[in-house]
């Protein structure tokens, strides 16, 4: 079965640091990953995904992962945090050849400080 | 705009009752999903339909309900039978192919008073 780890459920950074949100998953076959943000008491919003076509992806608002089959990894980057940044970020999983769609990680806060 | 729309953005329910939560997209997605959020557990399963008339359970489908008789619409209904059922509700929507992003609605949160 496929899941996802997120390591980390809060990480707080100063204002222009460098983001880094951890995603490993476990999968026998090529994942499809993404990482999705929320906001307090509102839906998920689409930051980047990975479909195979490339292993560096860049996302909205700065953000980018890298996908590393030998690490089974998705980490997601951002150079320098910005207020705006604080949120909660899921990383979520969906197999080829699954009906079911996406698998979410547990979620991780990040805080963002002045 | 396109989108998704969930309705009512609070519920508040008296233990024993049934509620249905309202999920209606136009971004004419064959796919629609139910998740639920509870703090530090992220988004879990509940229910999901690929098509018309026809729909699946998820991960924690036990005390939930569902129909999709419209493509546009997939409601979800909480019974009695469920024991915990405050929670934060997200329904999601989809085209077909899996490397396709779902798109979320705002969420419901229901409170049992």
């Known amino acids: 079965a496929q899941s996802v780890t997120q390591l980390g459920s809060h990480v707080s950074v100063s204002e222009g640091a460098l983001v880094l949100l951890r995603c490993n998953y476990s999968?026998?076959?090529?994942?499809?990953l993404f990482w999705y943000v929320q906001y307090p008491n509102q839906g998920l919003q689409l930051l980047l995904k990975?479909?195979?076509?490339?292993?560096l992806v860049k996302g909205i608002n700065g953000f980018e992962a890298e996908f590393k089959k030998s690490e089974t990894s998705f980490h997601l980057t951002k150079p320098s945090a910005h207020m705006s940044d604080a949120a909660e970020y899921f990383c979520?999983?969906?197999?080829?050849?699954?009906?079911?769609?996406?698998?979410f990680g547990s979620g991780t806060q990040l805080t963002v400080l002045p | 705009d396109g989108g998704i729309t969930q309705s009512p953005k609070y519920l508040f329910r008296k233990e024993g009752q049934n509620v249905t939560l309202s999920c209606e997209q136009n971004?004419?997605?064959?796919?629609m999903y139910w998740y639920r959020q509870d703090p530090g557990q992220g988004l879990r399963l509940i229910y999901y339909?690929?098509?018309?008339?026809?729909?699946q359970k998820g991960d924690i489908a036990e005390g939930y309900s569902v129909s999709r008789e419209k493509k546009e619409s997939f409601p979800l209904t909480v019974t009695s039978a469920q024991k915990n059922p405050t929670a934060f509700y997200l329904c999601a929507s989809s085209p077909r192919g899996l490397s396709t992003e779902a798109f979320f609605g705002q969420g419901t949160r229901l409170t049992v008073v």
């Open positions: 999968s026998s076959v090529p994942p499809y």
């Open positions: 339909s690929q098509i018309v008339n026809d729909f």
């Open positions: 990975y479909t195979s076509a490339a292993t």
């Open positions: 979520a999983v969906t197999l080829s050849g699954s009906a079911r769609q996406l698998t």
């Open positions: 971004l004419n997605h064959d796919a």
